[in-house]
């Protein structure tokens, strides 16, 4: 398995901006499938985003479709998800998965690495 280790979060006002920041070591990055997955107080963890080893393919939550971006730096053995547009509701601990496949996982169960979350708050 890989360590992962997530960056990036913290408070933002409603309408703006946030770039989380997944960084991974003790793996071929390139051999890995990365997610993003969030919870809400209150709530179980769910899917945010994903994106295959090579980058080619990616997908996304209904509720953040064409807000967030999902990418990855295999040179840098990190991937980044850019949130633009936040809403209250996106409000949540994000966490960064990661797991040695070629195809798009999207469950949790999809999944074997996981970060230690970071923390983002977006105030309305």
């Known amino acids: 398995q890989v360590r992962l280790v997530e960056s990036g979060g913290g408070l933002v006002q409603a309408g703006g901006s946030l770039r989380l920041s997944c960084a991974a070591s003790?793996?071929?990055?390139?051999?890995?499938?990365m997610g993003w997955f969030r919870r809400a107080p209150g709530k179980e963890r769910e899917f945010v985003a994903a994106?295959?080893?090579?980058?080619?393919?990616?997908d996304y939550a209904e509720s953040v479709k064409g807000r967030f971006t999902i990418s990855r730096d295999n040179a840098k053995s990190t991937v980044y998800l850019q949130m633009n547009s936040l809403k209250s509701e996106d409000t949540a601990v994000y966490y960064c998965a990661a797991k040695a496949t070629v195809l798009l996982p999207t469950a949790l169960s999809g999944f074997d690495s996981w970060g230690q979350g970071t923390q983002v708050t977006v105030s309305s």
């Open positions: 994106i295959k080893w090579s980058g080619s393919r990616t």
């Open positions: 003790g793996g071929i990055f390139s051999n890995y499938a």
